[in-house]
């Protein structure tokens, strides 16, 4: 008798388990394109992120395959994600040249999991001299009022097939997600 309700556990615990996985295939058919575009093509934040950091912020992601959302198509290449909330949507902005090539809707907005960069980041590592200068500087930016910049968020990009014709692309950008489903096959 303990058997079999310990299987019929299990049973029900993995049917939760698979109710809960995301379906992005039906994600991507709801998404819709965006409506809007920039004028020029410039991104109207861009100015404010090469205030604050020393240099860009947001990851550079290289495709060798063309990737297809809707009717966009986006050449292999390189190209720096941006993420975005604008117009009450969550976008991923593919820049080359510092101009907003494509945009692309993210299809869900995710927290990052707690402890999730310090497992994917490796740490840089430093010498004694570097350290004793860090420190230094550290000290000094504590007692004076430091005009340096800020230490840009941490960010990550990780791509993998879903089902054999989709790629799915995970921007960890600070606390956030951006998913985004392409499809390998113009349809």
């Not at 840009?152 to 606390?175: D, N």
Request: net charge positive; hydrophobic share 40%.
């Amino acid at each position: 008798m303990k058997k079999i309700f310990l299987i019929l556990m299990l049973i029900v615990v993995n049917m939760f388990s698979c109710a809960n996985a995301t379906d992005y295939l039906k994600l991507y058919e709801k998404t819709n394109k965006v409506d809007f575009s920039f004028y020029n093509n410039i991104d109207p934040y861009q100015d404010e992120d090469n205030f604050r950091y020393a240099y860009s912020p947001y990851p550079l992601f290289r495709t060798s395959t063309d990737l297809y959302f809707k009717d966009i198509t986006v050449p292999h290449g390189y190209y720096i994600l941006t993420p975005r909330h604008y117009k009450n949507r969550d976008i991923v902005l593919f820049k080359t040249a510092g101009k907003v090539s494509y945009i692309i809707p993210a299809i869900t907005k995710e927290v990052v999991p707690v402890g999730f960069y310090e497992k994917n980041i490796p740490k840089v590592k430093k010498t004694k001299w570097q350290k004793f200068h860090d420190g230094f500087f550290e000290k000094m930016n504590n007692m004076f009022k430091s005009s340096r910049k800020v230490t840009p968020p941490s960010a990550f990009i990780t791509a993998e097939r879903y089902e054999h014709k989709y790629l799915l692309v995970k921007l960890y950008y600070a606390e956030d997600v951006y998913v985004m489903l392409f499809s390998l096959i113009n349809q």
